[in-house]
């Protein structure tokens, strides 16, 4: 799977299509980063404006509780 346009995308869309990459091709998210030489800060920010960040122990972005 490509990903080179994934800072364009859609948040969502772009949260389906890492995560997809995470669990099918990538031993974690610093092998996803290099084979698709992604912009890691930027692909954390996309990711964290929908509520969402990288959980090292499942491999895949998870959503994170939101204050109430």
Not at 21 to 45: F, G, K, M, P, V
């Amino acid at each position: 799977m490509r990903l080179t346009h994934i800072e364009s995308m859609d948040p969502h869309l772009a949260l389906g299509l890492i995560n997809t990459a995470l669990r099918n091709d990538a031993a974690d998210l610093d092998d996803l980063i290099a084979t698709h030489d992604l912009d890691e800060t930027a692909l954390r920010s996309k990711l964290q404006s929908i509520g969402y960040a990288y959980d090292p122990l499942t491999r895949q972005f998870r959503a994170f509780p939101q204050d109430q």
